[in-house]
């Protein structure tokens, strides 16, 4: 007969064992709960889609339909879109794409906990596993557009630099961001109920004020506020990247990459440093 594997608790303080320890063991956690993150990841995808009227339709649907807003205010003279030096479709479907990585994934980060408090309270298991199979669902939407946005290239006589073959490291920073922001978010939504409306009424001003959909203007408050906005980095650069093969903005995008690694370790830290109190608040 097989003997069980024995867990032994003891008083010392979490806090007492050193950084070194908690690191370690932040990882370590993760590492062996990669079975529950697939699980998690597969049971949230087959949800999300199995009583819906389109299915997988909405995964193409709503950027199609962000960036037909955009060109219709472009037509209207309502907003610039400016010269691109690339058809529109193009530019845009993959600015909206970039954009979602992030905005969809934010939301689904924060929410992802309190929705399973029914689970957290009977199952002890590391919370962050929750984090980061909400967001494997996200990067999954992301790539399957990725592949739509290939025809809309030849549809335009256009062909994609062969660096969109390294697409998933340089996206990496913005995933990182959008980790970083989930964690700290998932806990203040246990506490505020009300944290993902603000977070959705937030991130739809905040698309209007980034030149994603548009070229950069010349002068202006937004040029300002995007100069020292890292997304705009994680999302821009990426896409010329794709486009173009290249970038005038490397080392903002080296900065914000930091700035991304930096929210992404504290929010992860403060995570799991108030993992065994989110029981108590659900």
């Not at 062909?159 to 964690?183: A, K, N």
């Not at 506020?225 to 890292?230: G, I, V």
Request: aromatic share 18%.
């Amino acid at each position: 007969m097989k003997e069980g594997k024995i867990v032994v608790y003891d008083s010392i303080s979490l806090y007492s064992r050193g950084i070194r320890y908690l690191i370690f063991d932040m990882v370590s956690s993760v590492w062996k709960s990669r079975e529950l993150i697939y699980r998690l990841f597969l049971r949230n995808f087959v949800v999300r889609y199995k009583q819906s009227l389109i299915n997988w339709g909405w995964i193409f649907l709503m950027p199609f339909i962000t960036m037909l807003t955009f060109l219709l205010l472009n037509i209207s003279g309502i907003l610039k879109i400016g010269d691109l030096k690339v058809p529109y479709p193009i530019y845009g479907m993959l600015g909206v794409s970039l954009w979602n990585l992030f905005s969809n994934g934010l939301p689904s980060t924060t929410l992802s906990v309190d929705s399973l408090g029914g689970l957290i309270g009977k199952i002890n298991f590391p919370k962050s596993a929750i984090i980061f199979a909400a967001s494997g669902q996200v990067l999954v939407d992301f790539y399957i557009r990725m592949l739509v946005i290939l025809p809309v290239f030849l549809i335009y006589m256009r062909f994609p630099s062969w660096l969109i073959i390294l697409f998933p490291i340089y996206i990496m920073p913005l995933v990182l961001l959008m980790l970083g922001c989930g964690f700290f978010f998932a806990i203040v939504q246990v506490i505020f109920k009300d944290t993902q409306h603000i977070i959705n009424l937030g991130l739809s001003f905040f698309l209007f004020l980034m030149p994603i959909m548009y070229d950069m203007p010349k002068k202006g408050l937004l040029v300002v506020l995007s100069r020292y906005n890292p997304i705009y980095y994680l999302i821009s650069v990426p896409r010329d990247l794709i486009i173009f093969g290249t970038t005038n903005n490397f080392i903002p995008y080296f900065l914000s990459t930091l700035i991304s690694l930096f929210i992404f370790t504290i929010g992860w830290f403060v995570f799991y440093l108030s993992e065994t109190k989110l029981a108590e608040r659900i």
